[in-house]
């Protein structure tokens, strides 16, 4: 079966630029995380949907940072006015239920590059 | 603070050697652990995870880990290294009470000589 799927998988942009980012989770599965894993560093926990609730947005590191989830499965990450900080890879998991323990199935990522 | 640390950013070692990778986590509960493997531009792949059955847990590509809560550790071992194992490993943990994010450690790059 399909995997967890990322697009794009690469993606520069100007300073200043908007950007989207997709993530296609393995069907039918509850929940949805985003991490970001900047250069040399372990993944860093962005945020989680629990079908189309966004549970935890602690993560977000500004307000620039926006995720969606309107339909339970496909999710879009978007961040507004990109800054060279932002560059790094962005992983997206789901997981069959969400449950406490529960094994998270990784995409590829999308690597920006922010210049 | 709860935290995972991995000890050795980078770990070389021959083929046919064996492969230890360290974890370390700071809780007051034990919480659920995984080893992830990560290769060029790859995503995360689970070698194996703990939650909270047998504290010798049997991965992928036989690898394997100890869950030692005394010295709440969580190390990986391979008895025999081989060629394609060459990748960068991450200890990861779920905290209960935090959730059901994974919190990473900061990996470490195994290299495998000839």
């Known amino acids: 079966g399909a995997g967890v799927s990322q697009s794009p998988r690469y993606k520069v942009a100007k300073r200043g630029q908007d950007v989207a980012l997709r993530c296609d989770p393995i069907?039918?599965?509850?929940?949805l995380f985003w991490y970001q894993q900047a250069l040399g560093q372990g993944p860093e926990f962005l945020t989680y949907?629990?079908?189309?609730?966004?549970?935890?947005k602690s993560g977000l590191p500004s307000d620039r940072f926006f995720a969606e989830r309107p339909e339970g499965s496909v999710s879009t990450l978007k961040i507004q006015r990109t800054q060279q900080e932002d560059s790094a890879v962005y992983l997206c998991?789901?997981?069959?239920?969400?449950?406490?323990?529960?094994?998270?199935?990784f995409g590829p990522g999308t690597r920006l590059l922010v210049l | 603070a709860q935290s995972v640390t991995q000890l050795g950013s980078h770990v070389s070692v021959s083929e046919g050697a064996l492969v230890l990778l360290r974890c370390n986590y700071s809780?007051?509960?034990?919480?659920?652990l995984f080893w992830y493997v990560q290769y060029p531009n790859q995503g995360l792949q689970l070698l194996l995870k703990?939650?909270?059955?047998?504290?010798l847990v049997k991965g992928i590509n036989g690898f394997e880990a100890e869950f030692k809560k005394s010295e709440t550790s969580f190390h990986l071992t391979k008895p025999s290294a081989h060629m394609s194992d060459a990748a960068e490993y991450f200890c990861?943990?779920?905290?209960?009470?935090?959730?059901?994010?994974?919190?990473f450690g900061t990996g470490t790059q195994l290299k495998v000589e000839l």
């Open positions: 069907s039918g599965h509850v929940s």
């Open positions: 809780s007051s509960v034990p919480p659920y």
């Open positions: 998991a789901s997981s069959l239920r969400g449950r406490l323990g529960e094994t998270q199935y």
């Open positions: 703990y939650t909270s059955a047998a504290t």
């Open positions: 990861a943990v779920m905290f209960t009470g935090g959730g059901n994010k994974l919190t």
């Open positions: 949907f629990q079908n189309e609730a966004q549970l935890d």
